[in-house]
C-alpha cells in the first residue's frame, strides 16, 4: 500500500493530526507543550539524542500545518525517529491528553467537523 505522507501508515496519528488541525494557535500550543511533556517522561534520553540531530538537519522547509509551531513541529519529528512499538505508545499517550485536554476545554476546536488535513501538503 503506498502512502502519501509518512504518518498516512499510522491511522491514529493520522486522527490525531486530523483533530489538531481544528485546533486554534493558542491551545495547538498548550497541547503542544503537553505532549512535550509526555516525551520527556518516556522517552527523555531518545528525544535528547533526537533534538540534537534535528538540530543538526535543517527543516527543507516549513511547509506543513504542525510546521508553524514549533513545539508540535519537534513532538511530530520525534515520532519519526522511534521504533512502532514506541510509536504506537506515544500516540496513544498523546490521543489521552488530548482527550483530557477537550473535556476542560470545548472551545478549543474552532473549525467545523467536516474539515480534512489539506492533501496538498509536502511529503514529509
Excluded at 497541547?31 to 528525544?47: C, M, N, P, R, Y
Excluded at 533526537?50 to 511530530?76: E, F
Excluded at 512499538?85 to 491528553?97: G, Q, T, V
Amino acid at each position: 500500500m503506498s502512502y502519501s505522507r509518512w504518518y498516512d501508515k499510522y491511522s491514529n496519528l493520522k486522527n490525531l493530526l486530523i483533530l489538531l488541525q481544528k485546533v486554534d494557535d493558542y491551545n495547538i500550543e498548550l497541547i503542544a507543550q503537553d505532549f512535550l511533556q509526555i516525551i520527556l517522561s518516556k522517552h527523555k534520553d531518545e528525544f535528547d539524542k533526537a533534538l540534537q540531530t534535528m538540530s543538526k538537519t535543517p527543516v527543507p522547509g516549513y511547509n506543513r500545518w504542525y510546521d508553524k509551531n514549533y513545539n508540535l513541529h519537534t513532538c511530530i519529528e520525534f515520532i519519526k525517529t522511534i521504533d512502532d512499538k514506541d510509536k504506537e505508545e506515544l500516540i496513544n499517550a498523546f490521543i489521552m491528553s488530548l482527550l483530557s485536554f477537550i473535556t476542560n476545554d470545548n472551545h478549543a476546536f474552532e473549525r467545523s467537523s467536516n474539515d480534512e488535513i489539506d492533501e496538498t501538503e509536502e511529503n514529509a
